[in-house]
């Protein structure tokens, strides 16, 4: 006799894999480099309507300035609260967490210290696109474009370096 809990839904899971994970457009134009995967839910699927608030449902706060943030960034117009909840990570964006490498996209935003780290970008020198060179912009010899950035939170990123970032982006793509 099956026990009473057998019939519970699967708890929620990081993505697991031997390789680094990614949510998003498997060729995405545009790729968001960061350290921590969110908790999925079984079955989750990028193309879902419901992708980015079924993970912001499950995965708090912490996730939705993340994708706020990458929204506010990719949004083709103003209105980044609807491209968040029904186009990122269906249209041109994809998360890469704890990548060693640069995929292939034609931008890569990479999202911290300890994602640059990861990839060996930390303490490369760049073009800085702000005042406090929190943002820098990176050529690499390999013809790929690259902004270093602050984690996405709203503390380290705030509206000016977005505007920085997003234009940034629209002058590349």
Not at 23 to 48: E, M, S
Not at 120 to 128: D, E, I, S
Not at 146 to 155: E, M, N
Not at 156 to 164: C, F, H, R, T
Request: proline fraction near 10%; include cysteine.
């Amino acid at each position: 006799m099956p026990s009473a809990d057998s019939h519970s839904k699967p708890s929620p899971r990081p993505p697991a894999s031997p390789e680094p994970a990614w949510l998003g457009r498997p060729a995405a134009k545009v790729a968001f480099y960061l350290p921590n995967p969110p908790l999925l839910d079984p079955g989750w699927q990028h193309t879902a309507a419901d992708a980015v608030p079924r993970l912001i449902a499950l995965n708090g706060n912490h996730w939705r300035k993340i994708l706020t943030i990458m929204a506010k960034i990719c949004a083709p117009d103003d209105d980044w609260r609807a491209y968040r909840d029904t186009q990122l990570l269906k249209q041109d964006e994809q998360i890469r967490i704890g990548a060693g490498t640069l995929v292939d996209a034609e931008r890569h935003l990479v999202c911290g210290g300890v994602a640059s780290q990861a990839l060996g970008l930390h303490g490369t020198r760049g073009q800085a696109l702000d005042d406090a060179g929190k943002l820098l912009r990176i050529d690499t010899q390999e013809g790929q474009r690259v902004l270093l950035s602050p984690y996405p939170d709203y503390r380290q990123y705030p509206n000016l370096l977005l505007a920085k970032s997003r234009d940034w982006l629209r002058a590349q793509l």
